[in-house]
């Protein structure tokens, strides 16, 4: 599939089975559209919050086999097709989608999470993505190290494929604390370099 934003980690690539890939793409299209509407371009938060009505909107009516609006169609028809196929949670869906208007309403008051189970509480709709400060990244690599086992009962090439998420997510944290947990202005990213790295640390899963 074409991923068209720079990613750390890999989207159903040719290690994920052929069977599961149009799923994993039309879940990540899902996803990256609504993460796109909470914080791309210079929308007013009142127009993120609209715009993510609107994109949920669309998603009860897939979910309930209608037809969605035309302004995400192509991405709502394939979406669609893979709820029915694999009879996917659509709960989870539309956590995301509460997810990222928490983002925008947090974001447009300031407000940051008071303690660990608040963000946790986040992480739940979220699928669990971390805000990397200094005082988070140890304990997010504590939980990747701890979720690492579930990549090594998973057998073929979708277990590969994990090993790498899990090994890919562990250099990114190496390299925050690397440059000073400055993720805003050094992002971390997965380049060449770092090839032999993650390939050698999914080997030692093994």
Not at 17 to 31: N, S
Not at 85 to 97: G, I, W
């Amino acid at each position: 599939m074409s991923v068209q934003h720079y990613e750390n980690f890999p989207v159903a690539s040719v290690l994920c089975p052929p069977a599961l890939r149009p799923a994993i793409a039309a879940i990540y299209h899902f996803a990256r559209t609504a993460d796109d509407l909470a914080d791309e371009g210079d929308a007013t938060s009142d127009q993120r919050l609209n715009d993510l009505a609107a994109f949920r909107s669309d998603l009860v009516a897939v979910c309930d086999n209608k037809a969605a609006s035309t302004r995400w169609a192509d991405m709502f028809v394939a979406l669609s097709r893979q709820i029915q196929a694999f009879q996917l949670p659509t709960q989870l869906l539309h956590d995301l989608v509460t997810a990222f208007e928490q983002d925008v309403r947090y974001t447009a008051q300031a407000h940051r999470y008071a303690d660990e189970a608040e963000l946790l509480d986040y992480c739940r709709l979220s699928a669990n993505p971390v805000k990397l400060i200094a005082a988070q990244v140890l304990w997010a690599s504590q939980k990747m190290q701890k979720g690492a086992s579930l990549a090594r009962r998973i057998p073929g090439r979708a277990g590969w494929e994990l090993r790498l998420v899990v090994q890919g997510g562990l250099r990114i944290l190496h390299k925050l604390e690397a440059n000073g947990f400055d993720a805003l202005q050094r992002r971390p990213k997965i380049t060449g370099w770092d090839a032999g790295p993650v390939l050698w640390g999914a080997l030692r899963m093994s």
